[in-house]
């Protein structure tokens, strides 16, 4: 069982940047690929970024290209996603989940990752 936390969410003007960041607990991050997902107010949950269990391998989003960073310490069991010129329809919840399968693909739908997090609050104001 892993248990996931995020922090680092906010209200942000357009153009600033968060960084959110993913706690694992209880088991070695290291074992498991991990992306962030993030689900708005009406709309399904999208594929963010993901990232392979040694951090050699990302993943975006068309809509986060170029804008997002996901990251890894799994020393510190962490992730992150170092994200710059936000936009307003970057507001949403965001999520980190947890893939123990060993595909060595980094997955893009929600129904493969096996543990989620609660969730951060990302608002971005124009």
């Known amino acids: 069982q892993v248990q996931l936390v995020e922090s680092g969410g906010g209200l942000v003007q357009a153009g600033g940047s968060l960084r959110l960041s993913c706690v694992a607990s209880?088991?070695?991050?290291?074992?498991?690929?991990m992306a962030w997902f993030r689900q708005a107010p009406g709309k399904e949950r999208e594929f963010v970024a993901g990232i392979s269990r040694s951090g050699g391998t990302t993943y975006y989003g068309d809509s986060v290209k170029g804008r997002f960073t996901i990251s890894r310490d799994n020393a510190k069991n962490t992730v992150y996603l170092q994200m710059n010129s936000l936009k307003p329809e970057d507001t949403a919840v965001y999520y980190c989940?947890?893939?123990?399968?060993?595909?060595?693909?980094?997955?893009?739908?929600?129904?493969?990752?096996?543990?989620w997090g609660q969730g951060t609050q990302v608002t971005v104001s124009s």
């Open positions: 989940a947890a893939d123990r399968g060993v595909s060595p693909a980094i997955r893009t739908t929600a129904g493969p990752y096996d543990y």
């Open positions: 209880g088991r070695t991050l290291s074992n498991y690929a």
